[in-house]
């Protein structure tokens, strides 16, 4: 169980263009999820936190307008990244973590790899 | 000073070593306390929670100190498979839980 699923797991795009990463939970709900990035041999940035119905809390120093998050069920979770530039290149993870679970029990998705050139 | 920090690795160590990692957290607010496992370019993968009373899960054991907010993960008889980084996670409340990943310390064990 508790197994989280994002696509696509790697895309290439051209700089300006926008891309879309779900996120979504296969076998439980997810009231809260979570959208980190990761630079090489850096360690998990987590950029969002994305809670079912409302709007997404933002970690400082994440574009609200550059990163758009909905959450729109419990088990589904989107991370469009608008006007998208070499420098957005990295490794995007989801996670949820599960209504009836504590605080810290979260699951990972298995990343997508974003490319801008 | 970062909120979560650990021990900067990486850790080269032969097959059958005991190898320890450690964490300290900055926000005595913290509330959980987690060892993640993270292979090369895939995701997070919880690998074990951190209780006060201390745990054992197999080879891995992990502690806790409040007072000295302080986290250790210890690994007894290290397998090749053990390589990998290692990510100490707190989470708090500051009016919606947050979880803080600490920068994570690679391991590499050699037969």
């Known amino acids: 169980g508790a197994v989280v699923s994002q696509h696509p797991s790697r895309v290439i795009c051209k700089s300006g263009t926008s891309v879309k990463i779900e996120c979504r939970s296969l076998?439980?709900?997810?009231?809260?999820m979570f959208w980190y990035r990761q630079f090489p041999k850096q360690s998990l940035m987590l950029m969002a936190t994305?809670?079912?119905?409302?709007?997404?809390?933002?970690e400082q120093g994440v574009e609200k307008d550059k990163f758009l998050i909905n959450h729109a069920s419990l088990t589904l979770s989107t991370l469009t990244v608008t006007s998208a530039h070499p420098e957005d290149s990295s490794f995007y993870i989801c996670?949820?973590?599960?209504?009836?679970?504590?605080?810290?029990?979260?699951?990972f998705g298995p990343g997508t790899r974003l490319t801008v050139t | 000073r970062k909120e979560v920090e650990q021990d900067p690795g990486p850790f080269n160590v032969p097959e059958g070593a005991t190898v320890a990692f450690n964490c300290t957290y900055s926000?005595?607010?913290?509330?959980?306390f987690f060892w993640y496992r993270q292979d090369c370019r895939k995701e997070p993968k919880l690998l074990m929670s951190?209780?006060?009373s201390g745990n054992e899960d197999g080879r891995f054991t992990a502690q806790l100190n409040r007072a000295s907010q302080y986290i250790s993960l210890l690994i007894r008889d290290s397998k090749l498979s053990d390589s990998a980084t290692y990510l100490c996670?707190?989470?708090?409340?500051?009016?919606?839980?947050?979880?803080?990943f600490g920068a994570g310390t690679r391991l590499f064990v050699k037969a």
């Open positions: 996670v707190v989470s708090l409340n500051t009016g919606g839980f947050k979880t803080i």
């Open positions: 926000n005595s607010a913290s509330q959980s």
């Open positions: 076998d439980f709900q997810a009231t809260t």
């Open positions: 994305s809670n079912e119905g409302s709007k997404a809390t933002y």
């Open positions: 996670s949820a973590r599960p209504t009836d679970r504590g605080p810290g029990e979260q699951y």
């Open positions: 951190v209780y006060s």
